[in-house]
């Protein structure tokens, strides 16, 4: 399923064949938690502007609509009008981001729903029957992700609790592909590496996990609190001992510069909600570093967003108008904004693959991490 066809240095230029579409690596995933993306962006829009896939959270869906209703419907790729490649997180996240409503257990997690309040239980079971629900293309294992820094007897014990939960995972995937009312029976299992920000329990639980033979390897756990440096010390530690010939994920990274980085150690997937979260509020993406469209030197601009940029709203808009859409409170200043960063993150990747193919990766990086960092 997965071919690399070129490499740099540790970077990797590659393609995964998936059912539902082969996927140019390495890929940029457009974060629509609830099957949309935040800002009023369409599934056509998301073609236009170059995204492969898309990605969707189990926890949400499962919640509303309800995953028996997508399925119901089709799938998640027809209820949302998407005819290429979805991933789909586990709701694992949400046992970090909502401790303050789950209890831990064995056998899975209870959660208190951030709507309503009512109980829910999932573990990797009840995980993978909603992701075959939702079927989509690359399913997401079950696990715990904690925050860093946590106690050292915390972490591993999380570690081998999630190699349980994904053996269960891998078990349960391959039931419900055998059924005859599934309706993506090529869904693929992907497992996902923690560890905290400690080298020795990082390397442990990649070993162990490998050796499932999954279609492809997660790093989950990092950008929740550690440093830059740490999570690239971290991805010099663990990514030597993914399997060399699988896709390797790098879970909610990250800024430019972080995928740049990333990248140059061996990461092929990323998917971040910074691209459209911060374009719903003026903060912009462009190839010479970032702006604030809130700034008052803005309100009598001519330029598009980026000068270098073909999206769609800076071949056709104003960094003036685009601002007193902001300061009206006109929603579509938000649409145009998610649509500028999401296309600069899509075409980022391209450059990158293009970099890789053309050996010439290390000088890419080296022109572009600092000044796509830079405040404009």
Known sequence: MFKILHTNGRARRGEFSTVHGTIQTPVFMNVGTLAAIKGAVSTMDLKEIGCQVEL????????????????????????????????TDSGGFQVFSL????????????????????????????????????????AMAFDECVENPAPYDYVKASCGRTYRWLERCKAEMARLNSLSDTINKNQLLFGINQGGTYDDLRIEHMKQIAKL???????????VGESHEEMYHILDMVVPHAPEDKPRYLMGVGTPANIIESVARGVDFFDCVMAS?????????????????????????TLPLDPDCQCPTCRNYTRAYIRHLFKAGEMLAMRLCVLHNLYFYNEL???????????RFDKFREDNVEKLSKRL
């Not at 029957?129 to 690359?138: E, F, K, W, Y």
């Not at 719903?280 to 010479?288: A, C, K, N, S, V």
């Open 56 to 87: 969707s959270n189990t926890y949400h869906l499962h919640l509303r609509p309800g995953d028996a209703v997508i399925k119901e419907l089709g799938g998640l790729r027809k209820f949302m009008n998407w005819d290429r490649p979805i991933l």
């Open 99 to 138: 401790a303050g409503l789950r209890k831990i257990k064995e056998e899975g997690v209870s959660f208190q729903s951030h709507i309503d309040g009512h109980r829910i239980f999932m573990g990797p079971e009840e995980s993978m029957r909603i992701q075959s629900n939702l079927a989509s293309t690359i």
């Open 213 to 223: 033979d999954l279609p492809g390897y997660a790093i989950g756990g990092l950008a």
């Open 277 to 301: 979260r911060n374009a719903r509020h003026g903060f912009i993406f462009t190839r010479h570093g970032t702006m604030n469209m809130m700034n008052e030197k803005y309100s009598k601009d």
């Open 349 to 359: 990747m391209s450059r990158i693959r293009g970099a890789i193919e053309e050996d």
